[in-house]
């Protein structure tokens, strides 16, 4: 069956492919018909579907409506005065402009087309790929006006895409139809897996960024520095090496992806940060910078003609062939017209044990305590990066039991549990976590956890809600357990609610973790255990006897000593399990601060950080500096990290 011709009248723009060559050649050159029409009458007339004083009676109607400020398309005009059908119209339009509306039939799609695209792909945004020819990859969609899907499918593919419009009612069943025969075949590759340029499928194997920077770099360099206007957001080679570039840095357990923008020759650079350092990662030639920003802003759904406003944004990696990671894109405008671009990658990571975070026996005991009384305010608290969001996770994680209703307000949601009911808030449309926080309350919750008391309003409302039998978590941007008191009366809280609300707060930071595989003991001699207990004691800043030095050392020996209670200290060497750099992962060192008579009697007098901190010590509070001494002398650390995370 050939394309129809739009002049003949009994004809329509469907087409059955009996072969490859002919659907090549359908989607590859224009149909003969295409451009002959000028506008849509003369199509209808040529393709014997209305008579010329017909339509130029529905003109005269056009314009006469268009006089009175009605504004009716002719060809509707058509319809409604009964000179053909809808169908006949749409037929018509799709003929004149040579879009014809394919029906799968019995050819069948070509294997390397089909594992071009992973079949959740296809199923999910109803696509069918048909055939590769060339560069070229010819896919049947349900809208082939899709511009959003069609740059998905360019990336996935790494070709240019050819849409055909599919026939309705066709599409998902020969979409099923052709994953299962493959099935029953060769295995598909996965969806981050390319064919070969001659169409045969290859592996699941992606080019690392350093071959593909390579291939940038064999492109020809241009010695204008405007030369870097001519790269296209689009082009090939780019759009692999920002995808390969994603995949690495997840590879690399990374939490941020840094794009820093120079004038010309200065190279554009990327930088990770892994394990809270970071880490030079790739220069790219100055050419590429304008379209390496475009086509992350394409990605993120941004504004790609505005280089003087920071924007936001997400990408749905997964939607680009990728893990299921989302990540959030910031571009910040910067000198001479360049843009900066960072982005936070978000692996929808599940839940760690509460005892796999780092929490000491003794602050692990301590805290599940707390958190099993059925209402009141649990706190979390440290700056930003230091795995607040992960802690809290963990403590739902122990409450996550069927008898207890959980709702989260946060921002963004970065780790999910099954059972909870998780809000993602959006202070756009006015939904805060305060107005989060009031819906909750009416939806009869036991457990409710607030990404952030960023507010007066919020801080309220949580703590009325841990006073009429709720149990309240959150976290807040404060340095220590006592100062987080300090800094909540200040913004305008009730002392007395504030006091009979709070049961813990929990303050944390991250510190690098010594590589197992290769970290070296060192013993311990006695002037450095003599250093390492002063330490300890003076940051307690409260006053000890003579002997406590003398008592510390002697429970260390007695803890963590080896043969005749020789303390070992550990130090960084680096192997190719942590990439030499003598660190693998991060975890946590905490600061415990109990709720009790004495320290709800300073909340009410409003007494100063001080006082509460020495109140806390007394009543057996470690401070941060004191749990990384702590995890020095398990081998978990080194003095290092402990001192750069806890010098404040």
Same mark, same amino acid.
């Given at each position: 069956?050939?394309?129809?011709?739009?002049?003949?009248?009994?004809?329509?723009?469907?087409?059955?492919?009996?072969?490859?060559?002919?659907?090549?050649?359908?989607?590859?050159?224009?149909?003969?018909?295409?451009?002959?029409?000028?506008?849509?009458?003369?199509?209808?007339?040529?393709?014997?579907?209305?008579?010329?004083?017909?339509?130029?009676?529905?003109?005269?109607?056009?314009?006469?409506?268009?006089?009175?400020?009605?504004?009716?398309?002719?060809?509707?005009?058509?319809?409604?005065?009964?000179?053909?059908?809808?169908?006949?119209?749409?037929?018509?339009?799709?003929?004149?402009?040579?879009?014809?509306?394919?029906?799968?039939? /019995?050819?069948? +799609?070509? !294997? *390397? @087309?089909?594992?071009?695209? $992973?079949?959740?792909? #296809?199923? %999910?945004?109803?696509?069918? &790929?048909?055939?590769?020819?060339?560069?070229?990859?010819?896919?049947?969609?349900?809208?082939?006006?899709?511009?959003?899907?069609?740059?998905?499918?360019?990336?996935?593919?790494?070709?240019?895409?050819?849409?055909?419009?599919?026939?309705?009612?066709?599409?998902?069943?020969?979409?099923?139809?052709?994953?299962?025969?493959?099935? /029953?075949?060769? +295995?598909? !590759? *996965? @969806?981050?897996?390319?064919? $070969?340029?001659?169409? #045969?499928? %290859?592996?699941?194997?992606? &080019?690392?960024?350093?071959?593909?920077?390579?291939?940038?770099?064999?492109?020809?360099?241009?010695?204008?520095?405007?030369?870097?206007?001519?790269?296209?957001?689009?082009?090939?080679?780019?759009?692999?090496?920002?995808?390969?570039?994603?995949?690495?840095?997840?590879?690399?357990?990374?939490?941020?992806?840094?794009?820093?923008?120079?004038?010309? +020759?200065?190279?554009?650079?990327?930088?990770?940060?892994?394990?809270?350092?970071?880490?030079?990662?790739?220069?790219? &030639?100055?050419?590429?910078?304008?379209?390496?920003?475009?086509?992350?802003?394409?990605?993120?759904?941004?504004?790609?003609?505005?280089?003087?406003?920071?924007?936001?944004?997400?990408?749905?990696?997964?939607?680009?062939?990728?893990?299921?990671?989302?990540?959030?894109?910031?571009?910040?405008?910067?000198?001479?017209?360049?843009?900066?671009?960072?982005?936070?990658?978000?692996?929808?990571?599940?839940?760690?044990?509460?005892?796999?975070?780092?929490?000491?026996?003794?602050?692990?005991?301590?805290?599940?305590?707390?958190?099993?009384?059925?209402?009141?305010?649990?706190?979390?608290?440290?700056?930003?990066?230091?795995?607040?969001?992960?802690?809290?996770?963990?403590?739902?994680?122990?409450?996550?039991?069927?008898?207890?209703?959980?709702?989260?307000?946060?921002?963004?949601?970065?780790?999910?549990?099954?059972?909870?009911?998780?809000?993602?808030?959006?202070?756009?449309?006015?939904?805060?976590?305060?107005?989060?926080?009031?819906?909750?309350?009416?939806?009869?919750?036991?457990?409710?956890?607030?990404?952030?008391?960023?507010?007066?309003?919020?801080?309220?409302?949580?703590?009325?809600?841990?006073?009429?039998?709720?149990?309240?978590?959150?976290?807040?941007?404060?340095?220590?357990?006592?100062?987080?008191?300090?800094?909540?009366?200040?913004?305008?809280?009730?002392?007395?609610?504030?006091?009979?609300?709070?049961?813990?707060?929990?303050?944390?930071?991250?510190?690098?973790?010594?590589?197992?595989?290769?970290?070296?003991?060192?013993?311990?001699?006695?002037?450095?255990?003599?250093?390492?207990?002063?330490?300890?004691?003076?940051?307690?800043?409260?006053?000890?006897?003579?002997?406590?030095?003398?008592?510390?050392?002697?429970?260390?020996?007695?803890?963590?000593?080896?043969?005749?209670?020789?303390?070992?200290?550990?130090?960084?060497?680096?192997?190719?399990?942590?990439?030499?750099?003598?660190?693998?992962?991060?975890?946590?060192?905490?600061?415990?601060?109990?709720?009790?008579?004495?320290?709800?009697?300073?909340?009410?007098?409003?007494?100063?950080?001080?006082?509460?901190?020495?109140?806390?010590?007394?009543?057996?509070?470690?401070?941060?500096?004191?749990?990384?001494?702590?995890?020095?002398?398990?081998?978990?650390?080194?003095?290092?990290?402990?001192?750069?995370?806890?010098?404040?």
């Amino acid at each position: 069956m050939t394309a129809p011709s739009a002049s003949d009248s009994t004809s329509t723009p469907y087409f059955e492919p009996r072969s490859a060559d002919a659907l090549w050649s359908l989607v590859s050159s224009p149909h003969p018909v295409v451009g002959k029409a000028r506008h849509l009458g003369e199509a209808l007339i040529h393709a014997g579907l209305v008579r010329a004083p017909d339509l130029h009676q529905g003109l005269a109607m056009q314009q006469d409506e268009r006089g009175r400020g009605r504004q009716r398309l002719i060809g509707q005009i058509l319809v409604d005065q009964g000179h053909l059908s809808q169908d006949q119209l749409r037929e018509a339009i799709a003929a004149w402009l040579g879009s014809y509306v394919v029906h799968p039939g /019995q050819l069948p +799609p070509d !294997p *390397a @087309a089909l594992a071009l695209i $992973p079949r959740s792909v #296809a199923e %999910r945004e109803s696509v069918l &790929p048909l055939l590769v020819r060339e560069d070229a990859l010819v896919v049947l969609m349900a809208d082939p006006s899709d511009r959003t899907l069609l740059d998905e499918l360019r990336f996935l593919s790494q070709r240019r895409v050819l849409p055909l419009q599919a026939a309705p009612g066709s599409l998902m069943p020969a979409i099923a139809k052709a994953y299962s025969v493959q099935a /029953q075949g060769a +295995p598909a !590759p *996965a @969806a981050g897996g390319r064919a $070969p340029a001659g169409g #045969a499928a %290859r592996g699941n194997a992606r &080019p690392s960024a350093q071959e593909l920077l390579g291939n940038l770099d064999s492109l020809p360099a241009e010695s204008d520095a405007a030369a870097a206007d001519v790269v296209s957001e689009s082009d090939n080679t780019l759009v692999r090496l920002i995808n390969s570039i994603i995949d690495e840095a997840i590879a690399h357990r990374a939490s941020d992806i840094h794009i820093e923008t120079e004038p010309a +020759p200065h190279k554009l650079r990327v930088r990770l940060r892994i394990d809270g350092d970071l880490v030079p990662y790739l220069e790219l &030639p100055a050419r590429f910078r304008y379209a390496m920003v475009a086509r992350i802003k394409i990605m993120a759904g941004m504004d790609i003609s505005e280089h003087r406003k920071p924007q936001d944004g997400k990408i749905d990696f997964a939607r680009f062939g990728g893990p299921p990671v989302e990540l959030r894109v910031v571009t910040i405008p910067t000198a001479h017209g360049l843009q900066d671009v960072v982005l936070r990658l978000l692996a929808g990571a599940k839940p760690l044990p509460l005892e796999h975070i780092g929490l000491s026996p003794g602050n692990l005991a301590a805290l599940r305590q707390a958190v099993q009384k059925p209402y009141g305010l649990v706190l979390v608290v440290g700056p930003t990066g230091c795995g607040k969001t992960t802690t809290l996770h963990s403590v739902i994680r122990d409450l996550n039991t069927p008898n207890r209703k959980i709702w989260t307000a946060e921002d963004p949601i970065e780790i999910t549990q099954s059972g909870l009911r998780q809000v993602q808030v959006n202070a756009r449309i006015g939904w805060t976590f305060a107005a989060a926080m009031r819906s909750f309350l009416r939806a009869d919750p036991d457990v409710i956890m607030i990404g952030e008391m960023r507010d007066e309003e919020t801080a309220r409302i949580a703590i009325e809600a841990s006073l009429t039998g709720h149990l309240v978590l959150s976290t807040l941007h404060t340095n220590s357990a006592p100062e987080s008191i300090a800094r909540l009366l200040e913004i305008g809280l009730d002392p007395f609610n504030f006091s009979d609300s709070l049961l813990a707060i929990l303050a944390q930071r991250l510190v690098r973790r010594l590589c197992t595989q290769c970290r070296e003991p060192v013993a311990a001699s006695e002037e450095q255990v003599q250093a390492l207990a002063a330490q300890y004691l003076d940051s307690s800043a409260a006053t000890h006897s003579p002997g406590a030095r003398d008592a510390l050392v002697a429970r260390w020996r007695q803890d963590y000593g080896g043969e005749g209670g020789a303390l070992t200290l550990w130090r960084a060497r680096g192997c190719s399990q942590c990439e030499s750099h003598g660190y693998h992962g991060r975890l946590g060192i905490h600061e415990l601060m109990l709720s009790d008579e004495i320290i709800r009697q300073h909340i009410r007098r409003r007494a100063s950080a001080t006082d509460i901190r020495l109140a806390a010590l007394a009543a057996g509070m470690r401070t941060l500096r004191q749990d990384g001494i702590e995890k020095v002398l398990q081998g978990l650390t080194d003095m290092p990290q402990v001192v750069a995370a806890t010098n404040v």
